[in-house]
Each structure stands twice: as C-alpha cells, then as structure tokens.
DNA sequence: ACCTGAACACCGTTCAAGT
DNA sequence: ACCTGAACACCGTTCAAGT
C-alpha cells in the first residue's frame, strides 16, 4: 500500500531496522543476526543503524527489552476467566511461557543473552520483573487462600521462574523427555513436579 | 619444565589447542572465542587447526563434550557417603549441578550452544545423559524405598533436569533472587521446591 | 539532522606451497 | 603427515563527506 518513492531521509529508520530485526528474529531458526544483513533488508546503508544505535549490542538489548514486553503480554492473555480454579490458571499460565519460547526461539534465547543484559544494565531485569507479574499474582492469591504452601513469595517465584525458564531451554535444545518430537508430555510432566513443589499438602 | 626447542611439528597439537582453549573459557568472563585468538595462544599459524577439526563448530563441539564429562565427574564426586540419607544426597548433588555451572560460566553454556549441539549431532545428547546418571540413580532408588512418588522415572529425571538448568542460567544471569550477591539462598530454595515436587507426601 | 562510502582492524575458511 | 602465508569473503565500527 505505502509505495511513497524512497526518501533520502528514510522517515522512522528506529523503528524499521528493530521491526525489521524481529522478523529475521523469527524466520531463520540457525540462526547469525548481523547488522551488514539488516541494513540490507532495511534498504539502507551498513553505516545507517549508527545514528539510532550506539552498537550491534544495543539494537539487540532493545529487541530484548522488546521480547520480554510481549512475553508478558503472552502470560496476561493466557490467563483464564476467574471461573477456573488458581491450579488452572497457573497450568495454562506455564503452558504460555514455555510456548512463548518454542514459537520464538531465537528471540527467549536473545532476552537472555549475555550481549543484551550487558548493554541494557538493569532495564531488561525490570522488563523481566514485569514480565511476571502475572507469577507473582498467582502465587501471592495462592498463599493467601490456602492453595500454596505459606513462604516467601520471592523465593517461590524464583523457583518457578528457575523451572520453567529450564523447560523451555530444554525444549528448545531437544533435550527434554524422549525422542517424542512435538509432544508436550515431557514439559507437562515437568510442570506438574514444579506444581507438587509448591501446593499444600494436607 | 618442557623447554624442548619449538618443533616444525609439534607433536600433539589437537589437545594442546583443546587444553588452550579451556584455559581460554576459565579465564575470561565477557568472552568471546575467536580460532585465531586459539593460535596465537597456542604459538600456531591460525589454519594449524583445520588440520584437527574441521571447523570451529567441530571445535567447540569437542569442548562442550568434555564439559559434560566433567560435569558427571562434579556429579559423582558430590554423592556423599551411603550413610547419608538419599534426601541429602540429593541435595548435595544438586548443589554440585548449580555449582558447576556458576564455576564454569562459559563451558557450562558452551555446552548447550546450538554451535557445539549441531557440529556434536547426537554424541552431546549421549555425554549429557551419562552426566545425569547419578540423578537417574538416586531418583530410581528414590522411588524403590518409597522416598519419592511412582512414577516415570524419565519425567522426574526430565523435571529435575530443568530445574536445575534453569536455576544454574537464572543465577549466571543474576536474574535468580533479590540483589544478595553471592547468596545461595534464592538457588537453595529454588532446589527445595523440587524436592517437595518429587517426594511422596502420606 | 540524517544518511553514505571509503577505510580499518578484525574474523573464519581455503589452498597452494613449504618442511 | 603436519604446518605456514597469502588470499577471499565476510564482519563491526569510525569518520569525513554528502543531502
């Protein structure tokens, strides 16, 4: 539809090259993300991303902070009605994370990489934090109505951030459960462990 | 001691350039492992290495290969005595996996690499299994004695493995636990959580 | 203010040639 | 059989110059 001749001056080059970015994020799977390779599919010069980023580093700390801003919006929508049960929720929450990371490999290894963490310092934590709120809430609900056993709540959410942040790793690298391609038993299975962890038991 | 004169050829150049690069991974931190930084280290020409591996996929493949056999080395070294309960086995070992892990930043994620899984093929997936052999161990025995819940054993071995990748990355991050550096306590109580997760509740 | 082109210092990899 | 040096096709980054 926009078929405007080419300016000189390319208008939002920002935001082109990180929308850009995210959809090489998600096509190649082997993945070598190069800013020579951006710049060509921007259309624009290999030097032009130097104006909007200080380095190859910081374009990737902003896809990062980008990525765990739609991780969180993922868990806040597979949050179901009220109606169901704070177990469900839970399970349908930690089913979303674990999918969030297989449907985007490339960019859940991106938020935590080591190049990103460095160059965004303590906004991909926060951005992080915020991601799981959405955790916090229902372990908070679920002590105060009995369902999880009484504790800290930071300490119950790190443990459940530490496991799912493994299963979706594992999976990913194919090396959770047996050679059962494209199942989700294995991750399931593993969910309900982390489940048993943390519930009440008479 | 070895002060021989400096060969054309220099006698085992494979695992000088393995040994090179290990010492490479302890060393640094913020790290990035270059083959010609390999040579230089190594007192080679930087093409020497393509006469012992075929790229550097192949390279670091071999590394993550050791890694993982050092790991089982941790592993075993960690199981205590039988006088012990199987509980405190359990959680000695698990304290060598993360520990492991935050001695070794950079082998520990060279080992689970897409470079090294892909130029490795199935070998890597082998090594790490028999890493994991004292964890199928004590959770085979855990469910004979009726310490832990029935149930398959691989989902449990799987669970358990998660767990503990995702502890040991969250804490290399620094992502795990509020700001107490060099605190164990967010790892510890992260391990704690699994175990309620597996153990048999009466 | 925003973008380009040439230039620099690095890579991984190949290949003919040396020992 | 093992190692080297020159060469090639790539990077990320800098900087003077263009619009």
Request: no cysteine.
């Amino acid at each position: 539809m926009n078929d405007e001749p080419k300016r000189y001056h390319h208008g939002d080059l920002r935001r082109t090259m990180l929308d850009t970015a995210l959809a090489m994020l998600t096509e190649e799977n082997g993945w070598q993300f190069t800013l020579r390779e951006l710049a060509r599919r921007a259309g624009v010069s290999h030097t032009a991303s130097y104006k909007h980023f200080p380095d190859k580093a910081a374009l990737l700390a902003e896809l990062a902070l980008i990525g765990m801003d739609r991780l969180r919006t993922a868990l806040l929508a597979a949050r179901p009605s009220e109606a169901v049960t704070l177990r469900n929720q839970f399970i349908e929450m930690s089913r979303a994370y674990v999918r969030f990371g297989t449907e985007n490999p490339n960019l859940y290894r991106l938020m935590f990489s080591a190049d990103a963490r460095e160059s965004a310092s303590g906004r991909l934590k926060e951005h992080g934090v915020a991601a799981l709120a959405v955790l916090v809430d229902l372990i908070e609900e679920g002590q105060r109505l009995g369902w999880l056993r009484k504790g800290e709540v930071v300490e119950q959410v790190g443990a459940a951030w530490a496991h799912l942040h493994g299963v979706t790793l594992l999976t990913l690298d194919g090396l959770l459960g047996p050679d059962v391609v494209g199942s989700d038993r294995a991750s399931d299975a593993a969910l309900l462990v982390l489940l048993e962890g943390l519930e009440q038991h008479k």
